[in-house]
């Protein structure tokens, strides 16, 4: 009696577990599952885009496309699942592209939307866009489904843009001591979407822009994921030249001085490429010292802007905020932070190729 007790038991779960499993499989058939969803302004409204894998066409899935104008973003997602033949789902999505006058307007109302949502990951990316929005989704539609996740993966891992994701947004947004760094996007060569910089933040408003070259010396300040690619100027007698340093490791140090001093040591290790005409390997000596200079006087003139625009990417305020205890943040943005004296200290070392791999350091 008890052995067909348990058999029947066993035979039930099972029957469970497949109906459920079935049951499952129906919903996601059932659904068009967006991968990636940007926002942007109007003349009078929002305009909403999406991409969604389709599976019925192709094993591999085909990208689609779904557009709605609205003034909340929920309705602007309600009036794409309306003109789809299956409702729309943001629960798997990875990327989220914010358009530019959009971010100069302020984002937290479509930023929001995805935070309040459960099912949303922490980790899908954000990012600015300065090309039109149909433009960069129209480069992507013809890739596959996951290209832009990871483009952004691979970019921020092995290159110039620092880590960025809707959990790092919303550390920045809701403490005091940091602005908010988002990656730029545009249309670049042979029609693709590529990383040109980061958009700098107050609040959830765009208030700044940075180059390339000036998001991989911001990557290095913060300290974390120290890796890419710098063009360092280097002095010659007829003039000055160009020399690709590729950075694969690094460690920050900060050192409290007081509220209006303090001193960023920065120790990076990689290799050179693209040797000057003229010059070699054994003109390794020059070459650091010539690098180390460069970096040190770009890093500060990169810090002197932030100050003058009152822009705090580095968190230099919330490193300030850890030594006071009556730290307030409109009263040192203001008074204190644009004469803050910031000294930064450099410091190469030299690999004779790449043999390392990368090994991530970060120090206080």
Known sequence: MMISVRLGLSIGMVLVLLVTGCTHE???DEVQIISVLGFDKTDRNYHGISMFP???ESEEGVNKLLEAEGRRARMILAKMSNSSSRPVSIAKMKVMIIGEALAREGINQFSETLCIDPKVSSNVYMVVSEAPLKQIFQSVQQKNPAHLDDLFNQTMENGNIPSSNMHLYLKSYFSQGQDIALPLVNIGTQ?????VGNGIFQKDQLKMKIDFIETFLLKLMLGENIYGVYPAEISQRDGSTEIV???FSGKLKRKY?????????LSIRGFFQDYPVNMNSGDNDYLIKELEQ???EKLGNLIAKFQQAQLDPIGIGKYVKQHQRKWKQQAFYETVYPKMKVDVNVKVNLQESDLSGKNIETGE
Do not use: A, G, M, P
Not at 191 to 195: A, C, D, E, G, P
Not at 257 to 265: G, L, M, T, V
């Open 26 to 28: 129906n919903i996601v």
């Open 54 to 56: 389709d599976y019925k």
């Open 191 to 195: 029609n693709r979407v590529t990383l």
């Open 245 to 247: 340093f590729r950075c």
């Open 257 to 265: 001085f007081s509220n209006r001093h303090i001193q960023f040591n």
């Open 294 to 296: 460069d970096l040190e």
